[in-house]
C-alpha cells in the first residue's frame, strides 16, 4: 500500500540557517529497473566489516597503552593526552581495538589517528567542548579505520567529527547513532576528502533546533566525498555542502529506512564540480520528497555553471511513484545534466 503523499514545501521543518552498508536484495527496492544500488566492495572492505564484528577490549584487558605514537613509541591512556603530546608537530596516533567512552581534542598541527586494525576501535558517547568526539583544530587531520558511535549534545549537533580547521580526510570509518556524521564551521581554503565510509542513522529535525544532517560541510573551499554509504537518516539531508567546489562520485544513498529525512545532497549555495556515478533509493518515510538534488535553496554564492550531474541512478521503494524532481535548481545557473537513469515518474530538473 502506499502511504498517502503530502503536498511537498522546500523545508516543513527549517531547513538550517547555519551548520551500513547492506542492502541485500536492493533490485527490489528500486521502482525501475536500475541495477543494484550498491557496489559493496566499492564502499567498505570485506576486511573493515569483519572487523567490526569483532571488536573488542583487548588493549584495556591487556594494560597496554591503547594509544601509541608511532614516530617514537609513547603510549598513553587517552586520546586526548596523545595529541596533546604531538601539539603544534605532526604525529600519527595508532589506536589498539577497543570502545573508547573518552574524546579528544586536537589544538594544532598535522596529525593521523588510525586504527591499528580497522574497525576494530570505538569512540562511544563521549563529546569534547559539547561537539563532537574529536575536535579538530590543526592544520591537517587525518582519520582511518575508526567507528563513531552515539553523539549527542544539547544543542542537537553531537557528531563523530567536528572540523574547525585545517584540512581534513576520512577514510574506511563508520558514523552511527548519533546527531551528525561530521560538521565543519566556515573558514577559508578548507578541503574535506571522505572516502569508503558509511553514514548510518544520522540527523535529527526536532526539539525546535535546527536540522542535523549526516554531513554538513560549511564555507570551505571543496569537499570530495566517494565510494561511501548514507543510510536510514533520522531526519535533515544525507550530504549538506556550502563548499564552492564539490565531487561526490560512486557513493550509495539508501533512502528506504530514512525516517522524515530531507534531499540526499544538498549543496546549499550553489558549487561547480562533479556528481556522478551516485545511486540513491527515496523511501517512504520523507519530511520532504520534493527532490533528490538542490543546488542554491538557501541563496547562491557560488556559480554552478560548472556543475556536472550525470551517470547517476535514482528512484523509490517499491509502492511509491512521486513526482519528486531528480536535481531542482533555485539559481539560472545553466547546471549541466547528462544522461541519468531516473524513475518514470521522476522529473529530471525543476528551476524554482
Not at 574529536?134 to 544543542?155: A, K, T
Request: aromatic residues 6%.
Amino acid at each position: 500500500m502506499t502511504l498517502p503523499i503530502r503536498v511537498p514545501d522546500l523545508c516543513r521543518r527549517r531547513c538550517p540557517k547555519a551548520g551500513q552498508r547492506q542492502i541485500p536484495a536492493v533490485r527490489a527496492l528500486v521502482a525501475h529497473p536500475a541495477r543494484p544500488i550498491v557496489r559493496a566492495m566499492r564502499i567498505l572492505s570485506a576486511g573493515f566489516l569483519a572487523a567490526i564484528a569483532l571488536t573488542t577490549t583487548a588493549s584495556a584487558q591487556s594494560g597496554a597503552a591503547p594509544f601509541t605514537l608511532a614516530e617514537t613509541g609513547q603510549g598513553f591512556g587517552s586520546i586526548g593526552d596523545a595529541l596533546a603530546a604531538i601539539g603544534d608537530g605532526r604525529g600519527t596516533v595508532i589506536v589498539a581495538p577497543g570502545a573508547y567512552p573518552q574524546c579528544g581534542v586536537q589544538q594544532g598541527g598535522d596529525v593521523t589517528i588510525r586504527a591499528a586494525t580497522p574497525g576494530s576501535v570505538i569512540f562511544d558517547g563521549v563529546p569534547c567542548e559539547g561537539k563532537a568526539a574529536l575536535v579538530l583544530r590543526g592544520r591537517s587531520s587525518r582519520v582511518e579505520g575508526i567507528i563513531f558511535q552515539n553523539i549527542r549534545v544539547p544543542d542537537g549537533n553531537g557528531a563523530g567529527i567536528r572540523l574547525e580547521s585545517g584540512n581534513l580526510s576520512v577514510s574506511n570509518s563508520l558514523f552511527r547513532n548519533s546527531e551528525e556524521g561530521i560538521l565543519t564551521g566556515d573558514y577559508d581554503g578548507g578541503q574535506v576528502v571522505i572516502d569508503k565510509s558509511t553514514f548510518r542513522k544520522l540527523g535529527r529535525c526536532d526539539r525546535d533546533l535546527d536540522c542535523a544532517h549526516g554531513i554538513y560541510i560549511g564555507r570551505l573551499a571543496s569537499l570530495s566525498v566517494t565510494n561511501s554509504r548514507f543510510d536510514q537518516g533520522d531526519g535533515g539531508h544525507y550530504l549538506k555542502t556550502r563548499t564552492a567546489r564539490v565531487t561526490i562520485t560512486g557513493n550509495s544513498f539508501d533512502d528506504s529506512g530514512g525516517h522524515l529525512t530531507n534531499y540526499m545532497i544538498d549543496l546549499s549555495n550553489g558549487a561547480s564540480g562533479v556528481i556522478s556515478g551516485n545511486e540513491m533509493v527515496q523511501g517512504k518515510d520523507k519530511d520532504n520528497w520534493s527532490a533528490f538534488i538542490t543546488v542554491a535553496p538557501e541563496g547562491r554564492e557560488h556559480g554552478s555553471a560548472g556543475l556536472v550531474i550525470e551517470g547517476n541512478k535514482a528512484g523509490f521503494v517499491p509502492g511509491v511513484a512521486r513526482g519528486s524532481t531528480f536535481v531542482a535548481n533555485f539559481t539560472d545557473d545553466p547546471v549541466r545534466i547528462g544522461a541519468n537513469e531516473l524513475a518514470p515518474s521522476m522529473k529530471v530538473k525543476d528551476r524554482r
